[in-house]
């Protein structure tokens, strides 16, 4: 598993990237649960892809921004190497809340 800190160092990354749709920093509840799949270097194995469903252009929109994240932020050559099994394949989730929280 990887910690606390390295899950809000990756959550960071994403955040510098995430461009969430106009209004849902201010508080809409739509979240966004991305799968995505690394390679040891940190670069992405696949193309991140959708672990949550939703409907309606909202959803869409906040989907497309979160996978177009992920893309954007890549490589990720700060995540450890030693502990490449727990992150080879983890899911984020994309919650204006939580990532825009402080």
Known sequence: RLSQNEMDALRARLQQCWNPPVGTVDGRDITVLVRIR????????????????????????????????????????????AKYEAWKDVEVNFDPREMYRG
């Open 38 to 81: 690394f390679n040891q270097d940190g670069s992405l194995s696949a193309p991140p892809a959708l672990a949550s469903r939703g409907s309606g252009t909202a959803f869409q929109a906040a989907a497309d921004a979160a996978l177009r994240a992920v893309v954007r932020c890549a490589p990720y050559s700060f995540m450890p190497p």
